[in-house]
């Protein structure tokens, strides 16, 4: 079997620390050590106007900024195909013939879909009800995905409740029409459990762009040291044990910390069990424990903003990967949708069947 790898973002804003620890550092693994036989990446722009109709600038604005959030990271131009999802037009056209293929209630019980809608306030009042697109993106990620017949997804484990739609709609289209034509998928989620979903930076269950609480890539070295002294922390006698238990600092420091960092940045712990130990025995300052967290951000984060200026300065080249990118994505998905077309019968025109058949019976 072969294996193609898919994902995507959507351009709203800037990649942040939490894509890069749930999903980002997965994909360059999977980039530089797996077999594939493809790797695509899409610029989800149509998903992004889902909820942000009326702002469409913000969206065109973002597109070459996830793009080189994609660079900066390690995604490699000549292993990974890049695509703008809007310019794909069998997307929209897979996406009409599976919205047949799901309940109206369906969508509406998607976990993720629900608690993004609660957090928009979607639904509160007449005027600011549920935008159709939106209840409806889990199906056209369903296309998104099913149109290269990607079997592995490297993403962040809020988008299960997506891949369990698409599985659903794979399985009913392939009995439904006969024909094994969309492949199934499995999310690729991060080892490190703690990395699938990174607390915000005051506390939130989730570090969200919308809940303005986020270290982006592009972080200058002040900003993210401001961040990191804003984390609230629980407060205490110098003396007093540390706890950890929704401990930010401590949650940050197992998503990004390695023991390398120690030698270079905390050489009185060989390792973040010691460092714990040591905390939760009391007379260790959480001020302290911010330095070091600074010390290992800074440190993962000066060669992605590195290599993301250098790629900024040749633009035109990545504008070019995108183009091309854009292209070969087409192809791949145009082929899925003739065999989509082919499997319902909807075909009409691409072989001389459907005349025969009219002229049969009607002459
Ligand atoms: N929903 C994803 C997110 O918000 C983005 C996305 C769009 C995606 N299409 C995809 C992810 C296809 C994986 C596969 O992050």
Redesign the pocket.
């Known amino acids: 079997m072969k294996n193609i790898i898919?994902?995507?973002?959507?351009p709203t804003g800037n990649l942040h620390v939490g894509?890069y620890v749930g999903?980002l550092r997965t994909r360059v693994e999977m980039q530089n050590n797996s077999n594939y036989d493809k790797f695509i990446v899409?610029i989800?722009d149509a998903?992004a106007l889902t909820d942000n109709s009326g702002n469409p600038q913000k969206v065109r604005d973002n597109v070459m900024e996830v793009m080189l959030d994609y660079i900066a990271v390690g995604l490699d131009p000549k292993k990974v195909i890049f695509a703008i999802?809007s310019e794909i037009t069998a997307l929209p056209e897979l996406t009409a013939y599976y919205m047949n293929l799901v309940t109206l209630p369906r969508v509406l019980r998607n976990p993720t879909v629900k608690s993004e809608v609660k957090m928009r306030g979607y639904g509160k009042s007449e005027e600011c009800g549920i935008p159709v697109g939106f209840a409806n993106?889990p199906i056209?990620?369903a296309a998104?995905?099913t149109a290269f017949k990607?079997n592995l997804?490297?993403?962040?484990e809020?988008?299960e409740p997506?891949?369990e739609q698409t599985r659903e709609i794979v399985k009913s289209f392939n009995r439904i029409y006969g024909k094994e034509v969309l492949v199934s998928c499995k999310s690729c989620l991060p080892e490190n459990e703690i990395c699938n979903r990174l607390p915000g930076l005051d506390g939130n269950a989730k570090m969200s762009k919308s809940l303005n609480n986020c270290i982006y890539l592009s972080d200058s070295p002040e900003i993210i040291k401001k961040k990191v002294n804003s984390i609230a922390t629980f407060p205490r006698a110098l003396e007093e044990p540390g706890i950890l238990e929704n401990n930010i600092l401590f949650t940050y420091l197992e998503a990004f910390a390695n023991d390398e960092h120690f030698v270079k940045y905390y050489p009185e712990f060989k390792n973040l069990d010691e460092l714990k130990k040591a905390y939760q025995q009391g007379g260790l300052g959480d001020g302290r424990i911010k330095k070091f967290l600074n010390d290992v951000l800074q440190d993962v984060l000066l060669p992605i903003r590195t290599k993301r200026e250098e790629a900024a300065k040749n633009i035109k080249y990545l504008l070019d990967v995108l183009k091309e990118g854009t292209k070969e994505a087409n192809a791949i998905a145009n082929q899925t949708l003739a065999e989509v077309k082919e499997a319902m019968g909807i075909n009409y025109f691409v072989d001389n069947k459907f005349e025969e058949e009219v002229l049969k019976k009607y002459n």
């Open positions: 898919l994902t995507g973002d959507r894509h999903s899409l989800a998903q999802q993106y056209s990620q998104d995905i990607a997804i490297p993403v962040g809020d988008q997506m891949l």
